[in-house]
Nanobody
Framework: QVTLVESGGGLVQAGGSLRLSCAAS????????MSWYRQAAGKERERVAI???????FYADSVKGRFTISRDNAKNTVFLQMDSLKPEDTAVYYC???????????????WGQGTQVTVSS
């Protein structure tokens, strides 16, 4: 059984910063990618950033230059450093990991429970 636990959300003023963390725990063998998605009220979920083993990082245009995704492979943890936050960044942020755990013969996606980020103007 694999679980993703997120932390770091909260309320911040425009121009401020927040750092999200997501740790994968359980019988993890190999992680192919870890990413952050967000879903604002009334909108579809969108991918914000992804970090892929041996490939690199990719960002949505709306956050390029402001957000930075990084990963601690030893702790199966991914971070999202969010700087210069804007009110339009307000959303529930979800962690996603595509990984293989004991008993799996293939990669599977897992989701965290979500953490609220609110940016006030």
């Amino acid at each position: 059984q694999v679980t993703l636990v997120e932390s770091g959300g909260g309320l911040v003023q425009a121009g401020g910063s927040l750092r999200l963390s997501c740790a994968a725990s359980g019988n993890v063998i190999d992680i192919n990618s870890m990413s952050w998605y967000r879903q604002a009220a009334g909108k579809e979920r969108e991918r914000v950033a992804i970090i892929m083993s041996a490939v690199g990082t990719f960002y949505a245009d709306s956050v390029k230059g402001r957000f930075t995704i990084s990963r601690d492979n030893a702790k199966n943890t991914v971070f999202l450093q969010m700087d210069s936050l804007k009110p339009e960044d307000t959303a529930v942020y979800y962690c996603n990991a595509v990984l293989r755990s004991y008993g799996d013969s293939f990669l599977k996606p897992y989701w965290g429970q979500g953490t609220q980020v609110t940016v006030s103007s």
